[in-house]
């Protein structure tokens, strides 16, 4: 009987401590390099004045809803990095068909992109993390 319940507290400890077969915990790493929620709404502040500021970029966001390009983008790069957030907003390729959006302008607001991180301190490793993740969206964003 001794046995039997040592057995069954071992099994127990196990079951709560050894996460579930094919429910690995999300590797949150690079979402803390960027300061978690709050930092993302920071850098994406930073990256919206940025896009003002940029005369490649202007002309594209000075009449977007800037608050909500911003709130859906925190949105989205914190789902991209495995945060607890859901994207709600639209897909990438409707989003995006009509801006007329060429290679330029993509490569301009990648590097605001990078000035917003470096400016908030996120290191390079988690950086490049982020920008391998959107980089292939350029065939969605990307109409001439
Ligand atoms: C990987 C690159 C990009 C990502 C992840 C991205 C993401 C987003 C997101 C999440 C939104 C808001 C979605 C919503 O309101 O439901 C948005 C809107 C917008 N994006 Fe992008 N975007 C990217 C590249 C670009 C580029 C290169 C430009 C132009 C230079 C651009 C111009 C805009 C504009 C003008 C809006 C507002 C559209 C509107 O309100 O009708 N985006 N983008």
């Known amino acids: 009987m001794k046995t039997r319940h040592f057995i069954t507290v071992v099994a127990t400890c196990a079951a709560m401590v050894l996460p579930a077969a094919g429910h690995a915990e999300p590797d949150l790493s690079t979402f803390q390099a960027f300061g978690e929620k709050p930092g993302l709404v920071k850098i994406m502040d930073d990256f919206m004045l940025r896009l003002l500021a940029d005369p490649r970029t202007r002309p594209f966001f000075e009449k977007a809803d800037q608050t909500r390009v911003k709130a859906q983008l925190v949105d989205q790069i914190c789902a991209a990095l495995e945060g607890p957030c ?5 897909p990438m390729g409707p989003l995006h068909a009509g801006l007329g959006i060429r290679e330029a302008d993509f490569n301009a607001l990648v590097e605001d992109l990078q000035k917003a991180m470096d400016a908030q301190g996120v290191p390079f ?5 982020l920008l391998a993740k959107l980089a292939p969206m350029h065939r969605e964003i990307i109409t001439r």
């Open 86 to 90: 859901t994207y709600g907003g639209a």
């Open 125 to 129: 490793r988690a950086q490049n993390k």
